[in-house]
């Protein structure tokens, strides 16, 4: 099992809330992701991070911004939610230093949205 | 489209039997990866394939990779019922970023 967590597991909430999807690794990972799935489907990038203070947008158009304050930590976050933000969202983490160009990525156990 | 293709995209199985799955790209493949998702999970790395490899083992996976067609196949041999799940292939691009297909769900009729 990899050493990333995600919470919550699952979510239903009311639109034009703001939510916090909460990821944290305990590896050291300098490469943080994340992606959207819905059921059945493939995962689609929505943003990525480098290290601290680096954040990039993914292939995949999102509403949603995220932060890397610390190497540990990459929340995500919407700023007010709607019905098509429901979706899986998958965080993961990679580390280039001991990978290589393998880019190993591993997975938290994703936050399941649902928007009412 | 930096997306995979896998083919067949679902799949019924005795234990036992040997299930084989494919995966194609649009693109040119690098180094290739394999991922099993457990229903509501995360995905679990399962094997890469380098560009310059065209066969990889890892117990009871085979994997083949052929350039030439953008394509790699993935085998489980001797199936069981914990390998029920979907599986992903995911392909090596930009600095450290992976675009995956669009999965295969495994079933495994104990």
């Known amino acids: 099992e990899a050493d990333i967590y995600q919470t919550p597991r699952y979510l239903v909430i009311g639109t034009g809330k703001k939510i916090t999807l909460e990821c944290s690794q305990t590896?050291?990972?300098?490469?943080m992701y994340w992606y959207q799935q819905d059921p059945g489907m493939e995962l689609h990038l929505i943003h990525y991070?480098?290290?601290?203070?680096?954040?990039e947008k993914g292939d995949l158009s999102s509403e949603s911004t995220v932060s890397r304050i610390r190497t540990e930590h990459f929340p995500l976050t919407l700023e007010s939610a709607r019905p098509s933000h429901t979706s899986q969202y998958l965080c993961?983490?990679?580390?280039?230093?001991?990978?290589?160009?393998?880019?190993?990525?591993?997975f938290g156990p994703g936050t399941r949205l649902t928007v009412l | 489209s930096q997306q995979g293709e896998e083919d067949p995209q679902a799949l019924s199985i005795q234990e036992g039997e040997n299930a084989t799955m494919n995966c194609s790209y649009k693109?040119?493949?690098?180094?290739l990866q394999w991922y099993r998702q457990n229903s509501g999970r995360g995905l679990v790395h399962l094997i890469l394939?380098?560009?310059?490899?065209r066969e990889k083992h890892s117990g009871r996976l085979r994997v083949t990779l052929d350039t030439s067609k953008k394509s790699s196949s993935l085998l489980i041999t001797a199936s069981r019922a914990a390998d029920t799940a979907s599986y992903f292939c995911?392909?090596?691009?930009?600095?450290?970023?992976?675009?995956f297909g669009k999965g295969n769900q495994v079933v495994v009729i104990p």
């Open positions: 995911a392909n090596h691009y930009g600095n450290n970023r992976l675009a």
């Open positions: 394939i380098r560009s310059n490899e």
């Open positions: 991070s480098y290290g601290v203070n680096s954040t």
């Open positions: 993961a983490s990679s580390d280039q230093k001991t990978s290589g160009s393998s880019d190993t990525q591993y």
């Open positions: 693109t040119s493949i690098n180094n």
């Open positions: 590896m050291g990972h300098d490469k």
